[in-house]
């Protein structure tokens, strides 16, 4: 999650960033009420407080088609260390 709020703090004008979480496109904060409400998504949280929505990685194309077609630009970040290597390098933890 680190890597997403340095991402959106670095270029505010970033539009609604999915970034890639083991099999998930996850979206955090704004962007996760967002599209919890354009998607009708479940709005959890992943940390105390803060709102957390996600797709399943095998329907990432659907989910943006349904964004772009309701206007809405987006922005995808993939994840490229494998999981062990995130873990090795202090991120989440290898499922």
């Known amino acids: 999650m680190a890597p ?16 890639a ?3 998930f496109y996850e ?3 704004d962007d996760a009420v ?4 354009l ?5 959890t949280q992943r940390s105390a407080g803060i ?8 329907q990432l194309e659907t989910y943006l088609r349904r964004l772009v ?6 922005a995808v970040a993939d994840q490229l260390q494998t ?5 090795a390098a202090g991120g989440a933890p290898a499922p």
């Open 4 to 19: 997403v709020h340095a991402l959106q703090e670095a270029a505010p004008r970033v539009p609604p960033l999915l970034s």
């Open 21 to 23: 979480s083991a099999t």
């Open 27 to 29: 979206l955090f904060d």
């Open 34 to 37: 967002r599209a919890s409400k």
């Open 39 to 43: 998607l009708g998504l479940t709005l």
């Open 51 to 58: 709102p957390m929505a996600g797709v399943p990685f095998h």
């Open 69 to 74: 077609a309701q206007g809405v630009r987006v």
């Open 83 to 87: 999981p062990e290597e995130a873990k």
